[in-house]
């Protein structure tokens, strides 16, 4: 028999994470990935009037323009922003960098980015397509530096990675930094909710961020009818996607809901702190069953290893 869950909340959740700079990121954000030419912009208009401040890009995404233009549109004072970029698997080269950051600076409208990520632990060759290029991948410290020239250069405030597992992230940090990643972007839901890369991430200060935090599009269908998430839902006059939200922000993530629809932004925003009792119930049910990635280009790429465990030759 369902026993309803406690109203009693917990504390307030965060609304934003403070960063080793000391700049401070919102919790939540709009992420742009997926969303196509002429209805970006007024996902990201929409976002903004509602009250988000942090837009999630990348340079692959081939929408920083129109994001660029809605961000200018809405006349919010870019100090007011928070604007995530990603360089690009093919950029990796030193030489390469900044050029390619430019291009991004220039589509977004702003001479500078709030964050700025190594989209993937995967290096490509120097117009190859997608060969991947084995010795820079193993060996990010190059790209880095360039990264860390950026920031000195103040084009870029924070730097990070994304899609790095335990063991990329200890051999980029093996190396002697001027600055630690202050973030990785990874893919976390309710089908993969990576509890020991969460767990090792706050040991080692270090911000996670959830995308396809919904379980992304391939998923995302199923995730809103899972049975206790429904519940819960119910039980506090949310929707399910509010309570998926709500649980990344209290598991201590900044989270990255990504919709061009305009009901949705707006109900994607409201973040709410769930009780215990909830909260633990998602998380047993969450590692209840085995992982799954929707996220993952290994085969596109000719790898060998899902990139979740990729270690090159």
């Known amino acids: 028999m369902h026993r309803n869950i406690s109203t009693t909340k917990a504390a307030n959740l965060p609304t934003h994470y403070a960063l080793p700079s000391g700049d401070k990121i919102p919790a939540v954000a709009l992420g742009v990935w997926r969303a196509d030419p002429g209805e970006v912009g007024e996902a990201v208009k929409t976002a903004l009037k509602v009250g988000y401040r942090h837009i999630d890009g990348a340079w692959i995404y081939g929408n920083e323009a129109e994001v660029g233009q809605a961000i200018k549109e809405s006349g919010i004072p870019r100090e007011d922003l928070w ?33 700025y990520l190594i989209h993937w632990p995967v290096a490509f060759k120097k117009g190859a397509n997608t060969e991947v290029d084995h010795e820079l991948t193993e060996n990010p410290y190059p790209t880095w530096q360039k990264l860390e020239e950026l920031v000195e250069k103040g084009k870029v405030k924070n730097i990070g990675v994304s899609n790095f597992n335990i063991r990329r992230l200890q051999n980029l940090t093996a190396n002697n930094l001027k600055i630690k990643p202050a973030v990785n972007q990874v893919e976390l839901s309710y089908w993969n909710p990576q509890s020991e890369l969460l767990k090792w991430s706050k040991e080692n200060g270090l911000l996670l961020e959830a995308y396809s935090p919904l379980g992304s599009a391939e998923k995302v269908k199923e995730s809103l009818e899972v049975p206790e998430v429904k519940q ?82």
């Open 232 to 313: 819960i839902a119910k039980d506090l006059g949310l929707t399910p996607a509010q309570v998926y939200i709500s649980w990344h922000v209290q598991r201590g993530t900044v989270v990255l809901p990504k919709s061009v629809h305009s009901a949705r932004v707006v109900e994607n925003f409201k973040v709410v702190a769930l009780p215990e009792d909830a909260l633990e119930r998602l998380e047993r049910v969450a590692a209840s069953h085995k992982p799954v990635r929707t996220v993952d280009p290994s085969k596109r790429w000719g790898l060998t290893f899902g990139t979740e465990n990729f270690r090159g030759r």
């Open 83 to 115: 604007l995530t970029s990603k360089l690009w698997n093919a950029f990796h080269a030193p030489e390469d960098v900044e050029p390619a950051l430019d291009k991004s600076l220039a589509r977004l409208g702003t001479d500078y980015l709030d964050l």
